[in-house]
């Protein structure tokens, strides 16, 4: 077909483009029940009602970040989420809250359609009692054997997040993880993650049997998001080189590796961890209490940097596709730019 023959959308991409697009992504938009297969990543302080109801009115799929939260303000997030949009949203529970079961009961009394669990394998009957009131559950595999565990165990979906993710992450890239369980997970749907920052990317991950994916570090920067002017402009001006994984130096004091931006609280986390061990091997300290302190050093930090905007001690958890953000934009627009870049990509192909 010439291009003078070629229809096109509204948004400016041919219509034989979006055509492919849709079908590619149909499986993942059926079960979100959006116009994309857009997830968003569900980020502390940033993931809140705000930036979910603009994702959804968008025609993505919002999600809660419950993180920390109490049962009593995951209720009003809940509320104060609907109250803004009537699309479908889930909310992102994490697994070793010490109360899981009250967070289900409150996504069970608002009828939440769809709960991610996430920060390890689901304990014992919570993907059970989230399908008895009729929502659907979607969890992180970040190998295909717990991928098949997770199927097994009633997962209704899986998202696949690779290490260019922010927050975090494990130790396997997302190109990896997509060869490695994508051809061997067909019974539900899977959602990609990690490093994603154009809709070429998308596109191509759908070609390889994606359902959908997970977008968290490009959606920061919205004009929605309430994230701190100074997290925003740390974002914009940082390149992907500059989202690193916090560093282990001792094995004896196991760090959780999370990658954000480099700022000071990056080297004097290294200095902590060094004097803390000094002082243990000096007999200072037993192993519990310098566990406890490297464990603890970065306790409120992402709050200090997303809502206070200390971006020197706060943490900036960012993913590698953070290069990718150049500006502030409302979601809408976000969106538009997402698919218009898949569409043309399947286009041209």
């Given at each position: 077909?010439?291009?003078?023959?070629?229809?096109?959308?509204?948004?400016?991409?041919?219509?034989?483009?979006?055509?492919?697009?849709?079908?590619?992504?149909?499986?993942?938009?059926?079960?979100?029940?959006?116009?994309?297969?857009i997830l968003g990543g569900a980020m502390s302080w940033v993931s809140e009602r705000n930036l979910v109801a603009a994702l959804s009115n968008?025609?993505?799929?919002?999600?809660?970040?419950?993180?920390?939260?109490?049962?009593?303000?995951?209720?009003?997030?809940?509320?104060?989420?609907?109250?803004?949009?009537?699309?479908?949203?889930?909310?992102?529970?994490?697994?070793?809250?010490?109360?899981?079961?009250?967070?289900?009961?409150?996504?069970?009394?608002?009828?939440?359609?769809?709960?991610?669990?996430?920060?390890?394998?689901?304990?014992?009957?919570?993907?059970?009692?989230?399908?008895?009131?009729?929502?659907?559950?979607?969890?992180?595999?970040?190998?295909?054997?717990?991928?098949?565990?997770?199927?097994?165990?009633?997962?209704?979906?899986?998202?696949?997040?690779?290490?260019?993710?922010?927050?975090?992450?494990?130790?396997?890239?997302?190109?990896?993880?997509?060869?490695?369980?994508?051809?061997?997970?067909?019974?539900?749907?899977?959602?990609?993650?990690?490093?994603?920052?154009?809709?070429?990317?998308?596109?191509?991950?759908?070609?390889?049997?994606?359902?959908?994916?997970?977008?968290?570090?490009?959606?920061?920067?919205?004009?929605?998001?309430?994230?701190?002017?100074?997290?925003?402009?740390?974002?914009?001006?940082?390149?992907?080189?500059?989202?690193?994984?916090?560093?282990?130096?001792?094995?004896?004091?196991?760090?959780?590796?999370?990658?954000?931006?480099?700022?000071?609280?990056?080297?004097?986390?290294?200095?902590?961890?060094?004097?803390?061990?000094?002082?243990?091997?000096?007999?200072?300290?037993?192993?519990?209490?310098?566990?406890?302190?490297?464990?603890?050093?970065?306790?409120?930090?992402?709050?200090?940097?997303?809502?206070?905007?200390?971006?020197?001690?706060?943490?900036?958890?960012?993913?590698?596709?953070?290069?990718?953000?150049?500006?502030?934009?409302?979601?809408?627009?976000?969106?538009?730019?997402?698919?218009?870049?898949?569409?043309?990509?399947?286009?041209?192909?």
């Open positions: 077909m010439s291009t003078s023959e070629s229809s096109t959308t509204s948004a400016g991409t041919s219509a034989e483009g979006r055509e492919r697009l849709d079908k590619l992504w149909a499986r993942g938009r059926d079960f979100l029940g959006t116009e994309y297969a968008a025609g993505g799929f919002g999600v809660i970040a419950c993180g920390s939260m109490t049962p009593d303000l995951l209720d009003a997030e809940i509320t104060a989420t609907k109250a803004m949009t009537d699309k479908p949203f889930g909310v992102n529970l994490i697994t070793m809250h010490p109360l899981l079961d009250d967070l289900i009961d409150i996504c069970a009394k608002h009828q939440v359609s769809h709960v991610v669990l996430a920060g390890g394998i689901p304990p014992g009957g919570a993907i059970a009692r989230i399908k008895e009131f009729g929502a659907k559950v979607i969890c992180f595999a970040p190998a295909l054997v717990l991928a098949k565990k997770l199927v097994r165990s009633g997962c209704d979906a899986l998202v696949v997040e690779g290490a260019e993710a922010g927050g975090h992450i494990g130790p396997i890239s997302t190109s990896v993880l997509v060869q490695e369980i994508l051809p061997h997970v067909t019974d539900v749907p899977v959602f990609v993650a990690g490093g994603i920052g154009r809709g070429e990317t998308i596109a191509s991950y759908l070609q390889m049997g994606a359902s959908g994916v997970q977008l968290g570090t490009r959606f920061v920067c919205a004009t929605e998001s309430i994230a701190h002017e100074n997290f925003k402009k740390a974002f914009i001006r940082g390149a992907s080189r500059d989202a690193v994984t916090s560093v282990q130096i001792d094995p004896r004091f196991p760090v959780i590796p999370v990658r954000a931006l480099k700022n000071a609280a990056t080297e004097q986390f290294m200095k902590t961890q060094q004097d803390v061990i000094n002082r243990f091997q000096d007999g200072k300290i037993d192993m519990k209490e310098a566990q406890l302190e490297i464990e603890h050093f970065w306790a409120g930090a992402l709050r200090r940097a997303v809502i206070d905007g200390d971006v020197e001690s706060g943490s900036i958890m960012a993913g590698q596709s953070v290069g990718m953000v150049k500006k502030e934009q409302p979601v809408a627009e976000i969106m538009a730019e997402l698919v218009e870049q898949a569409a043309a990509y399947l286009e041209g192909m």
